[in-house]
């Protein structure tokens, strides 16, 4: 088993910045990949960004590029989402997601990222 838990949101205003993190516990030896995902009202939940174990390789979402930055710190258990340039439209709550080798998804109970002036 894994335990996820997020923190970092909050409101920011429209340009703002803030960073999320999310603290992975329990069999993280069996972690291989790890990312954001975010949930607005109303709208299906949508992959935001994701990072390998050894951070070789991340992959964005377009609407997130160039803006949004993941990376992991594994002697943390730690994997970090900055966010800069925000927009209103990034307002969601926001979810940490963990796979293991064998596939088995975790979630986080999520933070809410709110942007308005």
């Known amino acids: 088993q894994v335990q996820l838990v997020e923190s970092g949101g909050g409101l920011v205003q429209p340009g703002g910045s803030l960073r999320l993190s999310c603290a992975a516990s329990g069999s993280i030896f069996s972690i291989s990949v790890m990312g954001w995902y975010r949930q607005a009202p109303g709208k299906q939940r949508e992959l935001v960004a994701t990072i390998t174990r050894t951070g070789g390789y991340t992959n964005y979402a377009d609407s997130v590029k160039g803006r949004f930055t993941i990376s992991r710190d594994n002697a943390k258990n730690t994997v970090y989402l900055q966010m800069n340039s925000l927009k209103p439209e990034d307002t969601a709550v926001y979810y940490c997601?963990?796979?293991?080798?064998?596939?088995?998804?975790?979630w986080g109970q999520g933070t809410q990222v709110t942007v308005s002036s």
């Open positions: 997601k963990a796979i293991s080798q064998r596939a088995t998804a975790y």
